[in-house]
């Protein structure tokens, strides 16, 4: 009886000792999970419309009291992590280890400089009494404190997702450097990046709303 013999590809694979994964299915899988999170957030993009069409004059008036500054110099910071994103990956794919390496650190360290800047704009907020519930905006009409909580809940909701997309890159980066992640095996890291980039795009959302609606 003739033995079956396997393509060279799978050949390679296998004495690399790298399983066949199910490229689709992760793929598939992690896609599913972005529509999830867009919903949840489609949500929340439309309370806002509502209580800015109900309240157009305080939500512009109220957005006035924000940083712009703090929210343009964030928003470089996510576009230029999704760019070391990408490279990462094209990286990894070319056989680069170290240099997708390098380029997945330079994600991290942009994610995590993100949420240092977001805490600072957050604390010099509070310090001048700009959050729900506050005597300054009880002074204001109805329409500040919901602008407010509106910005609170969401950018808030935003920064968790940066953070749990921080945790998850760090684990692709132990992966990578342990081996677990290959060149012929790197469907895992770009999902990673499928859901690095959802962080991206949520950003590009809510920065004209709240910082560029004045």
Not at 9 to 32: C, F, N, R, Y
Not at 108 to 119: D, E, S, T
Request: charged share 15%.
């Amino acid at each position: 009886m003739s033995e079956i013999s396997l393509p060279e590809s799978a050949k390679h694979t296998e004495h690399a000792g790298h399983p066949k994964k199910d490229v689709h299915g992760i793929k598939m899988g992690m896609w599913l999970f972005l529509m999830t999170e867009l919903l949840l957030f489609s949500g929340m993009f439309l309370l806002y419309s509502a209580y800015r069409y109900f309240y157009t004059k305080e939500f512009h008036e109220a957005a006035m009291y924000t940083h712009t500054l703090f929210g343009t110099v964030n928003t470089m910071v996510l576009l230029t992590s999704s760019l070391t994103m990408a490279l990462s990956i094209t990286a990894l794919e070319k056989g680069k280890k170290w240099l997708s390496v390098t380029f997945l650190s330079s994600t991290i360290a942009l994610g995590l400089g993100f949420l240092v800047i977001k805490y600072a704009e957050w604390s010099t907020e509070i310090h001048e009494g700009i959050y729900p519930g506050s005597p300054m905006l009880f002074r204001h009409p109805r329409g500040f404190e919901l602008f407010f909580a509106m910005y609170y809940l969401m950018t808030g909701l935003h920064g968790l997702h940066v953070l749990v997309g921080c945790g998850l890159l760090t684990v692709m980066l132990i992966f990578i450097v342990k081996g677990k992640i290959t060149q012929e095996d790197s469907v895992r890291l770009e999902a990673a990046g499928l859901y690095w980039h959802l962080i991206d795009i949520i950003w590009i959302f809510l920065f004209p709303l709240f910082y560029l609606v004045n």
